[in-house]
Each structure stands twice: as structure tokens, then as C-alpha cells.
């Protein structure tokens, strides 16, 4: 899971430092360029707190009583809730269906990594 988690990062900083070379090169993609680079930081923000929940609900479970933990849900729907408030807020630095699009982008990398990495690992049968 970390293996997986290390590369969707990567892909995102990637895509961070190339909407940053577009939001100075390009005049026209100012606004999408930042947009994405909102949208992408609060997807890894919230990949890291789904992380950090994950490992913590899996030291709870190996105690012998294990304390309540919740899922954390709260936490990283308010971060996408701050993120489309800052892009509504200033329209004219961000655009808000890029910002909207790209706030997913780590959790659907993740998903794309684990699904080619359960095809590679397995063994062909059904």
C-alpha cells in the first residue's frame, strides 16, 4: 500500500511542477493551471490523512481492547469544502471546474496503480 501511495504522490507533484511551467508560460491557462495545483495539493492532503487514518485504525485493531476510531470522512470533506470556497472566492486566480476535477486526481491514481498492479501480480487465473 505505501509502494502505491509513493508513486500517486510522485505523479502528482509531477503534475504540480508542470501546471506550475503552464501557469507561467501559458497566459490563456493561468487561471486552469492554478486551479489544478489547488485541486491536486488538496487530493494529496487528503490521501495523506486517509493514510495516516488507515495506519491508525490498524493499531487500534492490534491492542487488546481496541478504542473507537472513525474513518476520518469529516476531515477530508472539509478540505475539499475549503478548497471549492477559495476557488468561488477568487474566480479570477483560480478556475473552479478545474480546481473541482483535479481535488480527485491522487485517489484516481491510486486506484489506476493498484489496478495495473493487481493485473501484473496475478497469476492469469480467474
Do not use: H
Not at 28 to 44: E, N
Request: hydrophobic letters at 55%; proline letters at 3%; a positive charge.
Amino acid at each position: 500500500m505505501d509502494e502505491i501511495v509513493r508513486r500517486a504522490v510522485r505523479s502528482a507533484l509531477f503534475l504540480v511542477a508542470a501546471c506550475l511551467v503552464v501557469r507561467f508560460m501559458v497566459p490563456d491557462g493561468k487561471t486552469i493551471a492554478a486551479g489544478i495545483i489547488l485541486g491536486v495539493m488538496a487530493s494529496l492532503m487528503n490521501a495523506l490523512l486517509l493514510r495516516r487514518r488507515i495506519n491508525l485504525i490498524d493499531q487500534a485493531l492490534q491492542q487488546e481492547r481496541p478504542k473507537r476510531v472513525s474513518i476520518g470522512l469529516g476531515a477530508r470533506l472539509a478540505t475539499v469544502l475549503i478548497v471549492v470556497m477559495i476557488a468561488v472566492k477568487f474566480p479570477e486566480q483560480f478556475n473552479l471546474p478545474s480546481t473541482l476535477i483535479s481535488s480527485f486526481y491522487v485517489q484516481l491514481v491510486v486506484f489506476a496503480i493498484a489496478f495495473v498492479q493487481s493485473l501484473r501480480d496475478s497469476s492469469g487465473k480467474g
